[in-house]
């Protein structure tokens, strides 16, 4: 076990390999699928104009997600009404519907983990050997136990997208994920795509 | 007629936070299946401690807590729309309490509801009246990222070799778990529904995810689909969480309906490892809470 310690390093992201269990210290940030739109229409690509509190947002998340991790999640969180909020259950949400943004926000707010299930596909993976990133794979459902693993909310920006789409800032100790893209091109999701498709064919051609 | 408010707070507390005992079993079996060190393993090992804390600590199982799928099936003399209402009161109910994640998302503004309630169809509610005086209601939470890797196939499909005849439908059902990959939360259960129209077939597919994961099917031919399906699709490799490995799917269950003479569907849908579905029995005064694997 690799115990990481947020904001990551060049080099201690270049350490990384395909196969390796870290545990994650420190603070991270939840954006899923409206974030990610958000970040690149409004900050990116600027397609759309920022507004409401988008301005106040972006400042406020600039310098976590600088060498910081992203983590692909939409939690459960108690304390909705007293705004005393903990995190109840928060595993990994599917990664993939990220994969058309996922290459700008790494390149322009400069993060080095993506933290999430099911792995990226070819342009992440790119991006990721770029910055250099990596991608960590959480274990999907296993959400009370990565709850635990939280143990301050330290905020939370764009709370109007919903409470699982909001960006919550979270202070984590020993978050458990496996490194499955690397910096250096690799990826166990292609590997075991093109292996299961060598075994779908033969499974066809009887 | 009681009010059922309390006790359908119950039974979406049980689903969301105790997995089933059949469930379990197979995952632990999977478990033993892995090499030790391998991150196949691993993960299975943080799956089953996970399942473990969210039962002692009555804390979801997994946060994305799905579209709640109620089946009501009542003896005549009950109210359907003051059963609806109910279970409307302890949708919100449960996730004031945090037992369910808001999940409800208005598809044009984008906002979501905050309590789980939107239109008719959120959370899916399906009647139907019955003989007897015994009124049942089963819970399935059915999260988002399996959803999504459901497929429907119209054969014949060229692409596959998949002809109108359970070759082509053993062929659509491995292509389907081969694309899914890991991202359903492998290891999965497979519903297959053979036929029907598309909205009937992709329902009969949930409907299949129901059933024990140890039953056998009554069908000698799709008790015989489903054994080779469980075997091939575990051939693949795709292992638990796509990580490689010996468990991809836990069960396969499949069903057939009657079709147009044009039309032949094969919808499968895809049910993540989290398979949280429960059985409220309602008899008299009694109300039990069942694991749906029990008779």
Not at chain 1, 39 to 65: C, Y
Not at chain 1, 112 to 134: E, H
Not at chain 1, 183 to 201: I, K, N
Not at chain 2, 63 to 81: E, Y
Request: charged residues 20%; hydrophobic residues 40%.
């Amino acid at each position: 076990m690799i115990d990481l310690t947020l904001p990551l390093s060049e080099t201690s992201v270049r350490d990384l390999h395909v196969g390796d269990p870290v545990a994650l210290h420190g603070v991270m940030v939840t954006g899923r699928d409206a974030a990610h739109k958000w970040l690149v229409e409004t900050f990116v690509k600027r397609t759309r104009a920022a507004q409401g509190d988008d301005a106040q947002a972006i400042d406020g998340l600039r310098p976590l997600l600088a060498g910081g991790a992203i983590y692909h999640c939409g939690p459960v969180v108690a304390g909705l009404d007293t705004r005393a909020y903990r995190f109840v259950a928060a595993g990994p949400t599917t990664s993939t519907r990220e994969e058309p943004y996922q290459a700008e926000v790494l390149q322009h707010f400069g993060v080095r983990a993506v933290i999430g299930k099911g792995g990226m596909g070819a342009r992440t993976l790119a991006a990721c050997q770029a910055a250099p990133a990596v991608y960590l794979h959480a274990i999907g459902g296993a959400a009370t136990l990565i709850a635990k693993t939280v143990t301050c909310v330290l905020g939370v920006y764009k709370l109007d997208f919903g409470v699982p789409e909001a960006m919550w800032v979270i202070e984590v100790d020993a978050f458990p994920a496996v490194v499955t893209m690397d910096a250096h091109g690799q990826s166990l999701h292609a590997q075991v795509e093109a292996r299961s498709r060598t075994a779908l064919d033969r499974l066809l051609a009887s | 007629m009681r009010d059922l408010t309390n006790d359908l707070l119950e039974l979406i507390r049980r689903t969301s936070t105790d997995l089933p005992a059949d469930v379990e079993r197979a995952l632990v079996a999977a478990r033993q299946a892995e090499a030790e060190g391998s991150a196949a393993r691993g993960a299975l090992d943080t799956i089953l401690e996970n399942v473990a804390l969210a039962r002692r600590d009555s804390s979801p199982i997994c946060q994305d807590t799905g579209t709640p799928i109620f089946t009501v099936r009542h003896p005549s003399g009950w109210s359907t729309r003051a059963l609806r209402e109910q279970i409307r009161k302890a949708v919100a109910e449960a996730t004031a309490r945090a037992y369910l994640r808001p999940n409800a998302v208005d598809s044009l503004s984008g906002k979501n509801s905050g309590n789980n309630l939107g239109d008719e169809a959120f959370p899916t509610i399906h009647f139907e009246e019955t003989e007897g005086a015994v009124l049942t209601v089963d819970l399935m939470l059915k999260g988002g990222g399996c959803e999504n890797v459901g497929a429907q196939y119209s054969l014949p499909h060229a692409g596959l070799g998949a002809g109108r005849d359970l070759e082509g439908v053993r062929r659509a059902a491995l292509d389907a778990v081969h694309q899914a990959q890991g991202q359903g939360c492998a290891p999965g259960v497979l519903g297959i529904a053979i036929g029907g129209d598309r909205g009937s077939s992709f329902l009969a597919s949930k409907e299949a995810l129901l059933r024990p994961l140890d039953d056998i099917n009554p069908d000698a031919a799709l008790a015989e689909l489903e054994a080779r399906l469980l075997g091939e699709a575990n051939e693949l490799g795709i292992g638990p969480m796509g990580f490689g490995g010996q468990t991809t799917v836990l069960g396969v269950k499949a069903r057939s309906l009657h079709r147009l003479p044009a039309s032949f569907f094969v919808s499968v849908s895809y049910m993540c490892w989290a398979h949280r579905r429960r059985r409220m029995v309602v008899d008299g005064d009694r109300v039990r809470i069942l694991d749906r694997s029990e008779p």
